[in-house]
């Protein structure tokens, strides 16, 4: 199956989805969003690495930074923080040079590694769009967390292909739905930047009623708790 342009979805949006379902919707179903500290502090770590779609060339190797991708396959499309091309005689043609090339994703993070495998997915998809655009073969990827400063090295095989593509298909799904799942609260609503948006302590009665209760006060003192 190929996805036409204007069906598109954001290959960032993977993390959201996979982070929560419900998070993504809201975002990109329901086109809402709200920044709070730690989005805006993820952005500021992406902004001083894709500053603009460059390239740099250091012995073996040719950096490229904001890099666009898409995948038609998949249906997405994104920018890769950092694309490695290393020298290789395994690697593919690039225009303009004589040597072959190695290409290789890296993703740069906020904090460190994570418990759920976001990240992961969306390195994932980052490796699936360079193979569709460049038709090459992407073994790994590295991820780069800034708060404990290290590269991680991840295999881009079958199983971490076969979840993007499943996740893929559901978020499509979704969109063309429209449909934003119902609330399931979880350990991550604490720092969700949507949380004021999502309420996810209406999600029963009895919390329901004592929002309720809460917003009602709040009324009548005037916006004073
Ligand atoms: S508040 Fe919780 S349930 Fe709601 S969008 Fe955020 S993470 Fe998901």
């Known amino acids: 199956m190929e996805y036409k342009e204007d069906e598109f979805l954001m290959l960032s949006g993977i993390q959201h989805f996979s982070f929560c379902r419900r998070q993504w919707a809201l975002i990109h179903v329901e086109n809402q969003w709200e920044e709070n500290v730690r989005t805006i502090e993820g952005e500021f770590i992406h902004e001083k690495v894709h500053d603009q779609f460059s390239r740099e060339q250091r012995?073996?190797?040719l950096s490229s930074r904001g890099m666009p991708v898409r995948s038609v396959k998949l249906g997405i499309?994104?920018?890769?923080?950092l694309v490695e091309f290393t020298k290789s005689a395994e690697g593919i043609?690039?225009?303009g040079l004589e040597e072959r090339y190695l290409v290789t994703p890296v993703e740069y993070k906020r904090g460190k590694e994570k418990e759920t495998d976001a990240d992961l997915l969306q390195l994932a998809a980052q490796a699936m769009c360079l193979e569709e655009m460049?038709?090459?073969e992407i073994k790994m990827g590295f991820l780069y967390y800034n708060e404990t400063r290290k590269r991680i090295e991840v295999a881009i095989d079958d199983e971490l292909r076969k979840k993007v593509?499943?996740?893929t298909l559901e978020m499509h799904s979704y969109?063309?739905?429209g449909y934003t799942p119902k609330v399931k609260p979880q350990k991550g609503c604490r720092n969700c930047s949507l949380k004021e948006v999502c309420m996810p302590e209406l999600v029963d009665k009895k919390s329901a009623a004592a929002y309720m209760d809460r917003m009602l006060d709040l009324a009548r003192n005037g916006g004073e708790s």
């Open 175 to 177: 969109m063309q739905r």
């Open 59 to 61: 012995n073996e190797k």
């Open 93 to 95: 043609p690039v225009r």
């Open 77 to 81: 499309s994104g920018e890769c923080d």
């Open 165 to 167: 593509e499943m996740v």
């Open 134 to 136: 460049l038709c090459c």
